[in-house]
């Protein structure tokens, strides 16, 4: 099975902070990794898909960059509504595995 | 617009079984893998499920082969979620999601007590 490692696991930022939440694969999975944004009562929202491209309607703010078998997901100016919890998925290769997630919230 | 629809979810007691069903519309459901995700109270994200677009492959982790059942009716476009043999560490939101898991419904809550 691929584990994915997520770090931090929560982060304190400030309003106007570039933020950065990373996640490792025990292996290689090319660029199949997700992003997903959920708040508190919500279901998760996909941010990034195949690792570096924009869901439609997301903030631009937010991107997506892999290196190898690491992954990460930049804000790069902090806004109120995002704070939220982030997870990583790995779809390559069955079991599909999440990161442990990252709560960001603000400092 | 995608819209994904779960019921069916409850309380049961260990052991015993329940079914999950997600509505779908606003795409061409035959055209989708469609997958199942779980969420346990404040915790992370776990998949459960995958199918192929005709039902004819089918996915599972360890933690619930034998005793999810997934399946699809594309006339109905409707999904499922067989779950037998339930335990108290299925208690969780049980989220549909279309593809590689791009869109989610609301989720329903599955609760596992005696």
């Known amino acids: 099975d691929i584990q994915v490692t997520q770090s931090p696991s929560s982060l304190l930022a400030s309003l106007g902070e570039r933020v950065t939440i990373t996640c490792q694969t025990s292996?290689?999975?090319?660029?199949?990794l997700n992003w997903y944004q959920q708040k508190p009562g919500q279901a998760p929202m996909l941010l990034i898909y195949y690792a570096t491209s924009l869901q439609t309607g997301m903030p631009s703010r937010f991107s997506g960059q892999y290196s190898g078998r690491s992954f990460t997901l930049t804000i790069t100016s902090l806004e109120p509504e995002d704070i939220a919890n982030y997870f990583c998925l790995q779809h390559y290769s069955a079991p599909w595995t999440f990161g442990g997630g990252t709560k960001l919230e603000l400092k | 617009e995608v819209q994904l629809v779960e019921s069916g979810g409850g309380l049961v007691q260990p052991g015993r079984s329940l079914k999950l069903s997600c509505a779908a519309s606003?795409?061409?459901?035959?055209?989708?893998?469609m997958a199942w995700v779980r969420q346990a109270p404040k915790k992370g994200l776990e998949w459960v499920a995958t199918?192929?677009?005709?039902?004819?492959?089918?996915y599972y982790p360890d933690s619930v082969k034998g005793r999810f059942t997934i399946s699809r009716d594309n006339a109905k476009s409707s999904l499922y979620l067989q779950m037998n043999s339930l335990k108290s560490e299925d208690t969780a939101t049980y989220y549909c999601?279309?593809?590689?898991?791009?869109?989610w419904g609301q989720g329903v809550m599955v609760t596992v007590s005696s």
């Open positions: 999601a279309r593809g590689s898991v791009e869109d």
């Open positions: 292996q290689s999975i090319s660029n199949n």
């Open positions: 199918i192929s677009t005709s039902g004819s492959r089918t």
């Open positions: 606003g795409f061409t459901f035959s055209n989708y893998y």
